[in-house]
């Protein structure tokens, strides 16, 4: 029942499958699980070796149980975070391997994350642009119009896609076909936008 136990004979609980068939008030061994919520992580196992005159009691089971459960949660909290890391790896490396420029901002509009074919297209290294404003790729050569709907676009939280005449870091420029996605948590707070552009030259060129 995942309940503390404590035993005379740690040897007669491993012969009966982890079951105890006695429940004393005191006993030489505490056999303890380690709960994560209701999930079963692991069991703490402690052996008294000082003798009958300092058996553990049901004080101990509670206390060594609170341990037992935190380092527990702790146990299990550090599983998510692994789980989490690797899923973010395997998203990273989707994006990486696209051929559509990638941005990522913050709602501030700093940028906080580009992908590979975006280094490529605009010539940065990402510890070089990483932290700018996303201004640094907009251009005089672009139409006024283009850029107030995505000012208005950006201020209400909506999506926008229009076709902007990028710069890159040399100065020299391109035009994009780009899309504007807000993220937002779970409270609804809008807290990056994601940029996903593609050059459009030989489209135009046509």
Same mark, same amino acid.
């Given at each position: 029942?995942?309940?503390?136990? &404590? ?13 105890? *068939?006695?429940?004393?008030?005191? =006993?030489? #061994?505490?056999?303890?699980? &380690?709960?994560?919520? @209701?999930?079963?992580? =692991? !069991?703490?196992? !402690?052996?008294?070796?000082? $003798? ?9 089971? @509670? ?9 527990? &949660? ?9 789980? %989490?890391?690797?899923?973010?790896? &395997?998203? %990273?490396?989707? +994006?990486? $391997? #696209?051929?559509?420029?990638? %941005?990522? #901002?913050?709602?501030? /509009? ?12 605009? =010539? ?5 642009? +990483? ?9 005089? $050569? @672009? ?18 896609? =229009?076709?902007?005449?990028?710069? *890159? ?9 780009? @899309? !504007? ?14 940029? !996903?552009? *593609?050059?459009?030259?030989? *489209?135009? /060129? +046509?």
């Amino acid at each position: 029942r995942n309940l503390p136990a &404590m035993v005379e004979d740690l040897v007669a609980v491993f012969r009966h499958n982890g079951l105890v *068939r006695s429940n004393p008030r005191h =006993g030489d #061994t505490l056999c303890v699980p &380690m709960l994560a919520g @209701t999930a079963l992580v =692991g !069991v703490v196992v !402690v052996r008294e070796r000082s $003798g009958p005159s300092e058996l553990f009691d049901r004080a101990d089971a @509670t206390a060594l149980s609170a341990l037992a459960n935190h380092a527990a &949660m702790s146990l299990e909290n550090l599983r998510l975070i692994e789980q %989490l890391r690797d899923e973010a790896d &395997m998203r %990273l490396a989707a +994006l990486d $391997g #696209t051929d559509d420029s990638i %941005l990522i #901002t913050n709602r501030k /509009a700093s940028i906080e994350y580009v992908n590979r074919a975006f280094c490529e297209q605009h =010539g940065y290294l990402p510890e070089e642009i +990483l932290g700018s404003p996303v201004r640094i790729l907009a251009s005089d $050569g @672009t139409d006024p119009a283009v850029y107030e709907s995505l000012q208005r676009a950006f201020e209400a939280g909506l999506p926008w896609r =229009g076709e902007p005449l990028n710069q *890159r870091q040399d100065g020299s420029r391109y035009p994009a076909e780009v @899309t !504007v996605t807000p993220v937002r948590d779970a409270g609804g707070e809008i807290r990056h936008f994601v940029c !996903v552009g *593609r050059d459009v030259s030989e *489209r135009r /060129a +046509l």
